[in-house]
């Protein structure tokens, strides 16, 4: 597709499992962004891939929360044994360029909203 | 670290008007930076980014401008129409640079037909 595609949309998970998200970003973008955003709140970030290469996870909230891109393409977001406060929409953004992320609009995906109960 | 502040939670305006959506921020001057549009249950859509060294850009009725000395971007929307309602983020990176973006929560405008 031309866009950023997220699956699942929804997601509904009990106390304690383990959830995965994926993120397809528009084909050639070499870096991949993945957000939390809260209710009335604006994204925060938990992580940057340049190509394959995690190159900043300082956003990550614990060490339950892991990322991945192997290919350079495709990536996942795995959280585990999930929490209560994990509860939010998870969004991912792709840009062009690797060399200066902030002078580059990033496209994001529709994100997977997570709810724990 | 850097703090966003965007003017209020919400902005509720006449259709025709212009709206004016205030972003500031508290620490370092930001290289680049950048507004959103983001829709109910939608990820946010890229409007435009404005350098440190531009005062002002313009694309159709947005109108963004940068000021550094009062640490401040304004967001302006001329001839407001009803579809124009939606949350409005803006976005910088943090010094040195090729940083993460750090977002405000954002202002959702309502544009009142």
């Known amino acids: 597709g031309a866009g950023v595609s997220q699956s699942p949309r929804y997601k509904v998970a009990k106390r304690g499992q383990d959830v995965a998200l994926r993120c397809d970003p528009i084909s050639g973008h070499v870096s991949l962004f993945w957000y939390q955003q809260a209710l009335g709140q604006g994204p925060e970030f938990l992580t940057y891939f340049q190509n394959e290469a995690q190159l900043d996870k300082s956003g990550l909230p614990s060490d339950r929360f892991f990322a991945e891109r192997p290919e350079g393409s495709v990536s996942t977001l795995k959280i585990q044994r999930t929490q209560q406060e994990d509860s939010a929409v998870y969004l991912c953004?792709?840009?062009?360029?690797?060399?200066?992320?902030?002078?580059?609009?990033?496209?994001f995906g529709d994100g997977t909203r997570l709810s724990i109960l | 670290s850097q703090k966003i502040e965007q003017n209020s939670e919400a902005l509720n305006i006449q259709e025709g008007k212009t709206a004016t959506l205030t972003c500031n921020y508290t620490n370092y001057s930001p290289a680049y930076l950048q507004w959103y549009r983001q829709d109910p249950g939608r990820g946010p859509v890229f409007l435009l980014l404005i350098r440190e060294n531009e005062k002002e850009k313009r694309k159709e009725r947005l109108k963004v401008t940068f000021d550094t000395t009062l640490k401040q971007s304004l967001f302006h929307i001329t001839a407001s129409q009803p579809a124009d309602s939606a949350t409005y983020l803006c976005a910088l990176d943090q010094p040195p640079g090729n940083t993460p973006l750090v977002f405000g929560k954002g202002t959702r405008l309502s544009v009142i037909a």
């Open positions: 953004a792709s840009s062009k360029s690797g060399i200066t992320s902030s002078n580059q609009p990033q496209h």
